[in-house]
């Protein structure tokens, strides 16, 4: 939790404590704030949970005699390398300039109050920090819970149905959009300062352009292995224990693993046991290890994990739901939905997985001939409308799916992006920044977010990602002997039956939670017919049913809470006005 406020008016400054408490209140009933430390005056106040402290060695809160830094997340340099030692002087050089913030990796934001009375917030590079801000004549609050930064709007509350459309069809929520209306995501390298004179600046510290935008050059791989191992070396200097790497038998994670083998840091690496051929490909890779270095001389294990249906069917679907909207307010993935939702352990070790890999990937044109679809096209963003067509969705909810297509186009026009690299920034801007399970904890750490590799990623020709170029490239560059173990893709019929043999799916692990959305539960009408989610319920009892319809229960639960929720957070809000 990292949560500030500036107040800008007379009338602000009369209802700052009052809306201040109900705020605390709140975060407290969502994560418990027992280690919080914050600061307050009459007109400005920052808390931290201090939740990242046992995960990471160092701290999320700095004070010297210039003011309080207040980070969601420990920072780690892509550029330099900084020791444990270090850290504490790097962050607070580093994290007070526009220059600094830009050589730092993505996943973070922070918030600054100086002792002359001057606030400031930022989000990292490309706004994957989760971040939320309400800006009005009377506040600035900024924070990542939706629930905290909503009471100091100054107006009712009021449920985005546009967001609520484009996330009932495409899984995710569009833009700067939130659940609630007046509250909006904090963007990519945005940054809000607000003087000792309560005047409210807005800047960025890095464009769209810089990362996303066309130009003609090769890949400079080298200069991505190179960042790669400075940041894996960075991060397991300030990690409290050896993280947890994924490895698969797929592309991504053989990056990632890679460049942490590289970074010469302990680590435990995990493979999913449910499909052997990734548990034959991640023996190979460990293996292969051995004659250079032993594992035991390099601080590496191997796990090989099996979910456990048992522990993923704790808790029914509606309080796994009441949890999710306690801490995230409705802006998450609703496929989180399928296993038990609790508090960030106090205590967590560091993740790493492949995520953001997809920049190197023919992303919604996996083979030539979706490719020339795609190139047919008189934009190749519309190829996501056509694969997200809608048909279990309300008429209603569509058009708004539609208009986000067209700002998406806009977007990546203004870019110069005609091609099939549209698709690529649309996956990671538009898509992943808004949807990736990461930024729901201080346990995650997305190596792929290097702004390095995803300038380069960016710089690939479609038909340079289809020929996996990139991910053997950068794979020879980090581990060389990982070069001739081949990739294992799993075909859409071993996903499925693994899957069913789990009995892993949300039906399974939430028995009855199909039955109860239909009859106990309307809002989510809006969004889905009636007869969509009753003909799923019929193909689960047939065993017919699939992740697009797991996916479909998860939405329709999400949404239908939505409603209520928002009223809920509006007469928190009403209550707290009305006590001044």
């Known amino acids: 939790m990292n949560f500030g406020v500036a107040a800008l008016s007379e009338k602000g400054k009369a209802l700052f404590s009052s809306l201040w408490s109900a705020a605390v209140e709140l975060g407290s009933s969502a994560y418990g704030l027992e280690k919080a430390v914050s600061v307050k005056t009459d007109s400005r106040g920052l808390l931290n949970a201090r939740a990242t402290e046992g995960t990471w060695s160092v701290p999320g809160w700095l004070e010297d005699e210039r003011g309080v830094l207040s980070l969601s997340q420990p920072p780690v340099s892509v550029t330099q390398s900084v020791t444990l030692g270090n850290w504490e002087a790097w962050a607070r050089e580093t994290l007070r300039s526009d220059q600094g913030r830009a050589t730092v990796q993505p996943g973070y934001f922070g918030l600054q109050l100086g002792t002359d009375g001057s606030f400031e917030a930022w989000n990292d590079t490309f706004g994957f920090g989760r971040s939320y801000v309400v800006r009005n004549e009377h506040f600035v609050a900024v924070g990542n819970h939706i629930g905290m930064v909503s009471l100091f709007s100054d107006r009712p509350l009021e449920v985005d149905m546009y967001g609520c459309d484009v996330l009932s069809q495409f899984g995710f929520w569009p833009e700067d959009v939130s659940p609630v209306r007046s509250v909006k995501r904090l963007g990519p390298a945005d940054v809000i300062t607000v003087g000792p004179d309560d005047q409210v600046h807005v800047h960025r510290y890095a464009s769209d352009e810089e990362f996303y935008g066309y130009r003609e050059a090769e890949p400079d791989v080298d200069a991505v292995a190179a960042s790669l191992a400075v940041l894996t070396g960075n991060a397991g200097e300030i990690a409290q224990q050896s993280p947890v790497v994924h490895l698969s038998g797929g592309q991504d994670s053989r990056v990632t693993a890679a460049a942490w083998v590289a970074g010469g840091k302990p680590a435990t690496i995990q493979t999913l046991g449910t499909l052997q051929g990734e548990v034959d490909i991640a023996e190979q890779l460990v293996a292969a290890l051995e004659p250079e270095r032993s594992l035991e001389d390099r601080g590496i294990t191997h796990n090989i994990t099996v ?274």
């Open 307 to 580: 979910p456990n249906r048992a522990s993923l069917s704790t808790f029914s679907i509606e309080d796994r739901l009441q949890q999710a909207m306690l801490m995230w307010d409705g802006d998450f993935a609703p496929g989180n939905l399928k296993a038990a939702i609790r508090r960030p352990p106090a205590r967590n070790r560091l993740t790493i997985g492949g995520a953001n890999g997809e920049v190197m990937h023919g992303i919604y044109y996996s083979t030539e001939s979706i490719l020339k679809i795609a190139r047919g096209l008189d934009h190749p963003v519309r190829r996501v409308g056509a694969a997200f067509p809608g048909r279990a969705n309300t008429e209603r909810s569509r058009p708004a799916a539609m208009e986000f297509l067209e700002h998406q186009i806009d977007f990546t026009r203004r870019l110069g992006q005609h091609d099939a690299t549209a698709l690529n920034v649309f996956q990671m801007h538009s898509k992943f920044r808004r949807w990736i399970n990461a930024q729901l904890s201080a346990g995650s750490f997305i190596l792929l977010l290097n702004p390095v590799f995803v300038r380069a990623g960016m710089d690939l020709t479609p038909e340079q990602r289809l020929g996996k170029v990139m991910q053997k490239a950068l794979s020879r560059a980090l581990v060389p002997q990982w070069e001739d173990v081949p990739y294992y893709k799993a075909n859409f019929e071993e996903s499925t039956t693994a899957s069913r043999t789990r009995g892993i799916r949300t039906w399974d692990t939430s028995p009855g939670s199909l039955e109860r959305l239909l009859e106990e539960r309307t809002a989510w009408q809006e969004w889905f017919p009636y007869d969509v989610i009753a003909d799923i319920l019929e193909k689960v009892r047939a065993g017919e049913a699939n992740g697009a319809h797991e996916s479909t229960l998860n939405k329709a639960y999400v949404l239908d809470a939505i409603p209520d929720h928002v009223g809920a957070l509006e007469q928190r809000r009403h209550s707290a006005l009305s006590r001044v």
